[in-house]
């Protein structure tokens, strides 16, 4: 079956840190990958896809199928990356439960 | 171009009741996805709509049905409201259901039942 898991509710750093946000899947098939992004009181909105294999904001993910991961990450952390960052993948469109990252001052 | 647009923003209902939320996708997609978003389980996908038909279905009761129209708008239905149907409902427009295509979601309708 179709799935997405982000072990973590919650994750915390300071500001400068490097972040990393865990995303795994479970998918027959070549999946395609998406991070999307919630700002605080804004729509979900598309950030990065692996197919595109760009930089957004600083963050990366690389999709590594033999872990079946698709990690989110970015080497310094800034106060305006604080929100809700969820995975996907496609198919139909399958969201993991969501990632809170807060970047403390 | 305007976004996805959902109708209303909020709602609040009583046990048993049935609500309709309302989704406009942006104009020229054609698919439109339906989610449930709760703090605790996240974004749960709901069904999706393409070409007046559902294409996929996730795994919520029957007391939750859709539709799509001509005019790719949705609708979404929920009969004989629980307390625990309380959440974010939002809406996902993508151009087509190619598996690479962005979606777009509207802002959601926040329904509570009491």
């Known amino acids: 079956a179709q799935r997405v898991t982000q072990p973590e509710k919650l994750l915390s750093v300071f500001k400068g840190a490097p972040v990393e946000l865990k995303c795994n899947y479970s998918?027959?098939?070549?999946?395609?990958l998406f991070w999307y992004v919630q700002y605080s009181r804004q729509r979900l909105q598309l950030l990065l896809r692996?197919?595109s294999r760009e930089s957004i904001k600083g963050f990366t993910a690389d999709l590594n199928k033999g872990e079946t991961s698709f990690h989110l990450k970015k080497p310094f952390a800034q106060e305006e990356d604080s929100a809700m960052y969820y995975c996907?993948?496609?198919?139909?469109?399958?969201f993991g439960q969501g990632t809170t990252l807060q970047v403390k001052p | 171009k305007a976004g996805v647009t959902q109708t209303p923003r909020y709602l609040i209902k009583t046990r048993g009741q049935q609500v309709t939320l309302s989704c406009s996708p942006i104009s020229g997609h054609r698919s439109v996805s339906w989610y449930q978003q709760t703090p605790g389980q996240g974004l749960q996908f709901l069904f999706e709509y393409f070409s007046e038909t559902q294409r996929n279905k996730g795994n919520f009761p029957g007391r939750f049905s859709g539709r799509q129209f001509s005019n790719s708008r949705s609708e979404m239905n929920v009969s004989t409201l629980e307390l625990g149907d309380s959440a974010l409902y939002l809406c996902a427009s993508t151009l087509s259901r190619g598996r690479r295509a962005e979606a777009f979601f509207g802002q959601g309708t926040r329904l509570t039942v009491v």
């Open positions: 996907a993948s496609s198919g139909k469109l399958i």
């Open positions: 692996h197919i």
């Open positions: 998918y027959s098939g070549s999946p395609e």
